[in-house]
């Protein structure tokens, strides 16, 4: 964008000097559009350039030049030093950059003009007065951490206030007072009139007429005003309203700068406010940090976010992959302000999920549930959630799921005939996306007893509903930060209705369920499934657990061949073409291998956690009541100490 050095141009002239984008300045011999030739800095022929040419009104002149088109007149030094004569003015447009010399000072004057919107003991006209008498050249901001619209508007205030006091007031006194242009500006032009003439003048033709009897200084002086202020101003227009016009749109220019600039003063407090916060939070981690203080390693914490931003940007598994093995086997980290440990390490994990399970029955849940998910069994806690497990715990006996399992023929049978019809017709189809309606239907059936046929693309509305559950949107997330970092926050805005759950399918199925336990109750059906279960263990049951479980990676079959037919063998041994019983299915031996292979190398659930509800010894650490302990699946299945090879896919093991 910016250097210095020989270029060429696009027209095959070459040049040595400054440069910026080659396609807009530079030094170098270039053609006017009128044939005439020139040497120096030029900016696309058109709108700047060092060199000969004539103004409109037929004078030359040599040296740095804006819009020639625009025109006024009087003696000038560019900001290189050359001087030139001619027409010239142009508020609305800023002069060529200033040397670097003249930078201090350019910082300096948006200080001051700053403290003019800002200072309350101050006059303002006095300090425009020092700012513009301590400079003879017009103050221009060229800082380039300025933002352009502010740094653009400071220009134009800058220059217009400068241009009216140098050549219409000739250094006589002037105030404004909170944006607004007092009368001695207006009688400062009325002074310029013959005081014999009337004010009011019918067209500008008069005004040129009245106004030559003046000394052509002045003339010019208040021609240059009407001109720089706006130049829009129409020629029928008599004089007196010209002025009101002038003064007008002076006053609003000087208002819309004030404005910018306090803006600009505002967003920099609210700057500086957020730094303080930041160091404040830093500060306060540093000394609170729990992991430094019992000397357990760990990544630092990213502010209010923790691991969260790491999470988002590699995955769960993929993060926690990383951390343990840069920190080892136990782990210190934030998930928003919240510690939690991860540990790896068997031996102490044998200890909190069994020897000392009893220290960690609660898990980590968000405040501020809403409907069902308040009375969950992975919420409830202490003995709520032993009276919950007491009941749920013979539902997933032998027995029980055997009687389940013709609800999950019945799928299995959908499922079977939905490939049969792709394999008819030759289609490609996307067997994640079977495999995931296939597990939608067997939750839903043998759950809840509700008939999704989502194989069929049946009940798309609750298809719909049960999908929203699965899909977060950025606001669910920013609210499940939220509500995993502050649980007095989270409660005020669970009681405020604010959830990261679909609160509309939520109310939905709920319904639906609540439709199917009426039923039940009154003995009007019964089913061999999960509800029909708890109905059976309780007279009443308030609320269900929805469990969900991702379909199994069929790719390692595709991938290894071998073991796939040695699956299918086994199942047309023992099975054949019979019908697939409970019984037959455990006695398949290798299935069984090649089930739990699969759930070790793709496991559905990344982490699961508990909480300490006592102070506890944790290895070499003394962690504190409440402390989460997360247990990374993925990790420990990947762990190449306890599965040699870990990435490959070895039912036999």
């Known amino acids: 964008m910016h250097g210095r050095g020989t270029k060429t141009w696009i027209n095959g002239n070459k040049y040595v000097g400054d440069w910026f984008n080659d396609s807009i300045t530079g030094n170098g011999t270039f053609m006017w559009p009128d044939g005439t030739k020139y040497e120096g800095q030029y900016n696309d022929g058109k709108k700047h350039g060092h060199g000969t040419q004539k103004w409109s009104n037929g004078d030359k002149y040599t040296g740095d030049w804006v819009n020639a088109t625009i025109t006024g007149k009087g003696n000038n030094t560019w900001s290189n030093g050359d001087e030139y004569v001619g027409d010239w003015v142009n508020a609305r447009k800023i002069l060529s950059s200033l040397p670097r010399s003249s930078t201090d000072h350019a910082v300096t004057s948006l200080k001051q003009l700053r403290n003019v919107f800002t200072s309350t003991n101050r006059s303002t006209g006095a300090i425009i007065q020092s700012i513009l008498l301590e400079e003879p050249n017009p103050p221009c901001i060229q800082c380039s951490d300025i933002e352009e619209p502010v740094r653009v508007g400071i220009n134009m205030l800058l220059f217009t206030l400068y241009s009216l006091y140098e050549r219409l007031i000739h250094k006589d006194k002037y105030i404004i007072v909170d944006g607004q242009v007092i009368d001695e500006i207006k009688q400062s032009l009325k002074r310029k009139l013959p005081e014999d003439d009337d004010d009011d003048y019918q067209n500008e033709s008069d005004i040129v007429k009245k106004t030559k009897k003046l000394s052509t200084t002045h003339y010019e ?299 039940r109750r009154q003995r009007l059906e019964r089913r061999n499934d999960f509800i029909q279960i708890m109905i059976d263990h309780e007279d009443e049951i308030q609320t269900t657990e929805q469990k969900d479980q991702e379909g199994q990676q069929w790719k390692s079959l595709k991938k290894k061949p071998v073991i796939q037919e040695k699956l299918y063998q086994e199942i047309r041994q023992e099975v054949g073409d019979e019908e697939v019983t409970y019984e037959k299915l455990n006695q398949l031996q290798y299935l069984d291998m090649v089930i739990n292979e699969t759930l070790r190398m793709y496991p559905p659930f990344i982490r699961f956690d508990c909480a300490a509800s006592k102070d506890y010894q944790l290895g070499n650490y003394l962690i504190p009541k409440g402390m989460i302990i997360n247990t990374p699946v993925y990790p420990i299945h990947h762990d190449s100490e306890a599965w040699p090879e870990p990435e490959k896919f070895i039912p036999e093991r």
Request: net charge positive; aromatic share 10%; charged share 20%.
């Open 221 to 519: 002086h208040n021609k240059n005003f009407v001109m720089l202020v706006d130049d829009q101003i129409p020629t029928h227009t008599n004089g007196h309203h010209a002025h009101q016009k002038i003064i007008y749109k002076l006053v609003m220019t000087v208002a819309l700068q004030t404005i910018a600039i306090v803006v600009d003063s505002i967003t920099l407090t609210l700057l500086v406010l957020l730094i303080l916060i930041f160091i404040y939070y830093v500060y306060n981690l540093r000394t609170t940090n729990i992991f430094r203080r019992i000397g357990m390693s760990g990544p630092a914490p990213i502010p209010f976010l923790g691991e969260m931003f790491n999470v988002k940007r590699r995955g769960m598994y993929k993060n926690d992959m990383a951390l343990i093995k840069k920190y080892g086997k136990i782990v210190g980290i934030y998930e928003g302000t919240t510690p939690n440990i991860l540990i790896t390490d068997l031996d102490v994990l044998r200890n909190v999920l069994i020897k000392d399970s009893h220290v960690f029955i609660n898990r980590q849940t968000p405040e501020g549930g809403v409907g069902p998910f308040e009375h969950g069994l992975t919420v409830l806690k202490d003995e709520q959630w032993k009276n919950a497990r007491s009941i749920v715990s013979p539902t997933f006996s032998s027995a029980k799921l055997k009687a389940m399992h013709s609800l999950m023929n019945d799928v299995s049978d959908m499922y079977n005939e939905c490939r049969l019809e792709y394999a008819d017709k030759q289609e490609i189809f996307d067997i994640k996306t079977i495999n995931g309606q296939y597990t939608l239907d067997n939750i839903a059936s043998c759950l809840f007893s509700i008939e999704t046929n989502s194989l069929k693309n049946e009940n798309i509305t609750l298809i719909n509903h049960l999908k929203k559950f699965f899909n977060f949107s950025f606001v669910n997330i920013f609210l499940l930060i939220i509500f995993l970092s502050s649980a007095r926050l989270a409660n005020y805005l669970g009681k405020k209705g604010y959830t990261f759950l679909p609160m509309d399918s939520m109310e939905y199925i709920t319904n639906i369920v609540n439709q199917v336990l009426a039923r």
